[in-house]
């Protein structure tokens, strides 16, 4: 028997014609990003790019090591390109898993959760571990990340001077409940690093709990690049929490939260960026491991990275640039304006060098500057060429 047609759907006026208006904001706000000086592009990159590159992150030199690349291929062979589904579905496979337990073995800690990238672990440890009514100190020079994950938290904030311990045992004394310290191991911006002995004594005052963001440290500091924490004596506290990236030192790509198995269950159950996110990609996976365990084998990469930071930097003041102090593999060179600054990073680009440039809103106290990440597999004669290009090109104040 023949079935009656479905009904036709019920007619509409047709829309009026796009005018445009509604993104007229999109300009204005453009014309005024020309005016400070603050426009950013994007600038597609080669597989085979001729310039030494002081940019990234690749600290430790692993990003294209035949072994890591090799496990990132073997890796999606074996699991496919992508993870297929959150964590909780699909997401898992026995990669994650061994990441997990080799790295927070290798931290010295409890337990570790890997997540797509340390933005998301940052917004995972943060959101999950507080709550209305917590009260959340955070450093005035913290990543993006941590900010982001204050805003999302729900409690309530108290900006602190950066790197100032006396400012957090102040906070905490007129608060009574949940507490939670945040702030970075190493600064992205300067490279200084925090006083965590101090910060961490500051919160045991009040029982308050202290997230570190480890992104910068891990790989650099600690006994065979264990990381900052390691470091100061705090891995595996339990009062302590720390986040790392894969995707500076170790050369992938992720992020991770590390700390007390309590901790690392609770997030599995309730951090939303981790329950509704896809897993990390298997390659991104199986890269960091293999980066991981090849550290593990040449300890000395660490030691290297920091001798070449410190080796750019007496180079770049000794000509007299104003430069940071490096305390990891940072070395922040302070530009007149952005303008200038961005002139100078188009310069050493030109010469063969490709650095890092940061302007406002990317630093927290308004001055530019170009920021050079130190390597471990950077030569003697490729740092002298680096330092001299970077102090033939700088602006006249």
């Not at 047609?5 to 005024?32: C, H, M």
Request: with cysteine; net charge neutral.
């Amino acid at each position: 028997m023949l079935q009656d047609p479905a009904p036709p759907l019920p007619s509409a006026a047709a829309p009026r014609p796009a005018s445009g208006a509604a993104f007229d904001w999109i300009d204005e706000a453009r014309a005024a990003r020309h005016r400070a000086g603050l426009v950013r592009t994007l600038r597609p990159r080669p597989a085979d790019a001729s310039v030494l590159d002081l940019a990234g992150n690749d600290y430790l030199g692993l990003a294209r090591h035949p072994e890591v690349t090799r496990a990132a291929a073997e890796a999606a062979e074996a699991w496919g390109a992508g993870a297929t589904g959150s964590r909780l579905v699909t997401g898992s496979t026995e990669l994650h898993a061994q990441l997990e337990c080799e790295l927070a073995e290798f931290c010295g800690f409890e337990a570790a959760l890997v997540l797509s990238s340390g933005y998301t672990a940052n917004l995972a440890a943060v959101t999950a571990l507080t709550a209305p009514g917590t009260l959340v100190i955070s450093d005035a020079g913290n990543h993006a990340s941590l900010i982001d994950g204050c805003r999302l938290s729900r409690a309530r904030t108290e900006v602190v001077p950066h790197a100032d311990p006396t400012a957090v045992r102040t906070a905490l004394a007129g608060h009574h409940g949940r507490a939670l310290a945040l702030t970075d191991a190493v600064f992205s911006v300067d490279g200084d690093a925090a006083p965590l002995p101090a910060l961490a004594d500051a919160c045991r005052t009040r029982d308050a709990a202290l997230l570190v963001d480890d992104a910068h440290g891990l790989g650099v500091l600690g006994d065979g690049g264990r990381g900052a924490l390691w470091a100061a004596g705090l891995s595996g506290d339990a009062d302590v929490v720390a986040t790392v990236t894969l995707s500076k030192s170790l050369g992938a790509q992720g992020g991770a939260v590390l700390g007390p198995a309590r901790v690392v269950e609770h997030l599995v159950n309730t951090a939303r960026s981790f329950i509704f996110d896809t897993g990390l990609a298997p390659a991104s996976t199986g890269a960091a491991l293999a980066a991981l365990r090849l550290l593990r084998r040449e300890p000395q990469r660490p030691a290297r990275v920091r001798q070449v930071a410190r080796e750019l930097h007496a180079r770049l003041t000794a000509a007299g640039l104003t430069a940071v102090r490096p305390d990891a593999a940072v070395i922040s060179v302070r530009a007149p304006s952005p303008e200038a600054a961005v002139r100078w990073a188009a310069a050493c680009r030109a010469a063969g060098l490709a650095v890092g440039c940061f302007r406002p809103p990317s630093v927290p106290d308004g001055i530019s500057r170009l920021r050079l990440t130190a390597r471990a597999d950077l030569t003697d004669a490729q740092i002298a060429m680096a330092a001299g290009v970077v102090v033939a090109t700088a602006p006249v104040a």
